[in-house]
């Protein structure tokens, strides 16, 4: 009978190349997405404290940066915009001149192989710093109004096609948002803009960096009206379905290390291309212990970004984009 000693698992593992003939997982830099905040004004690069490397830029100071970025072989972006001038409804986000539409141009333009993605929320826009229209629900409460929000999604996304971008990303966690996202692109004529939908979005403490970085922390509650209680992962596969039929292009799950078990269920359940975002509380954390010397930041990442994929996600969003880029080539 086979068994120990005839059976030795460590014969395939003895030799480095025959590790990496047989490796089942391996990162590409064409799977990768790299987040970027871009903010108004000129030549400015600002960095995020709680995001060490991490910086939000200007258009002019952005462009330059998505140019290094692609010739160390990123390919794609994901584009967060900071204003100055937010409202209730965040009109900034569905304006022609915002930060978003005019880098999305600018790259268009002078980087047009690069794949441009524009985030779709008013988060970062509003002056509430929620996800969309805020009306009374009751004598001392308030919440996002869904179906009014919809409308100006609609009009944001239609917006950042027109600049140029390849694929809206829409995050706000609105119920129908992607299927009235899709109708007004394809009435605008922007038929061959693609939506990658924050289908299963939690509302995760890991998110607490990103505020900073957007300046868009709700001025008060919090959005677990709308983003997915972590309590509650049958509900993914719902929220998944949902956009899958509304018309969505790409899933995506986020955040990606917590919620390895949703990414594997969302490939087994659906043929979308999955993404998964490796959010900024998970890159903050890796940041910190390598900078206590507790960890080796590269091995550290090549790791979990591993394991995300292996779980079953396509498409990695990360902050670690540009390392990983030299990393691996």
Partial sequence: MAGFPTTRLRRLRYNSTLRDMLAGVELRREELIAPLFVREGKNQQRPIASM???????????????????????????????????????????????????????????????????????????????????????????????DETLALLARTAVSQARAGADLVAPSAMMDGQVGAIRQALDQAGLHRTGIL????????????????????????????????????????????????????????VKPALTYLDVIAEIRRAFDLPLAAYHVSGEYAQIKAAAANGWLDEQAVVLETTSAVKRAGADLIITYFAENLAEWLG
């Avoid at 072989?73 to 009109?91: N, T, Y």
């Avoid at 939908?197 to 677990?224: H, I, M, N, T, W």
């Avoid at 719902?238 to 039929?245: L, P, T």
């Fill in 52 to 146: 060490p490397g991490q910086n939000q830029f200007s258009v002019d100071t952005a462009l330059e940066t998505v140019k290094r970025w692609k010739n160390k072989g990123l390919r794609a972006v994901l584009l967060f915009g900071v204003v100055e001038k937010k409202d209730e409804f965040g009109s900034r986000a569905f304006s022609p001149d915002a930060p978003v539409q005019r880098l999305t141009a600018e790259i268009k333009a002078g980087l047009p192989e690069m794949l441009v993605i524009a985030d779709t929320c008013l988060c970062e826009y509003t002056s509430h710093g929620h996800c969309g229209v805020v009306k009374p629900v009751g004598p001392d409460a308030m919440d996002v109004d869904n």
């Fill in 197 to 252: 939908s924050y289908a299963v979005k939690f509302a995760s403490s890991l998110y607490g960096p990103f505020r900073e970085a957007a300046e868009s922390p709700p001025q008060f509650g919090d959005r677990r009206s709308y983003q997915m209680d972590y309590r509650s992962p049958a509900q993914a596969l719902a929220e998944a379905r949902a956009d899958v039929e509304e018309g969505a292009d790409i899933l995506m």
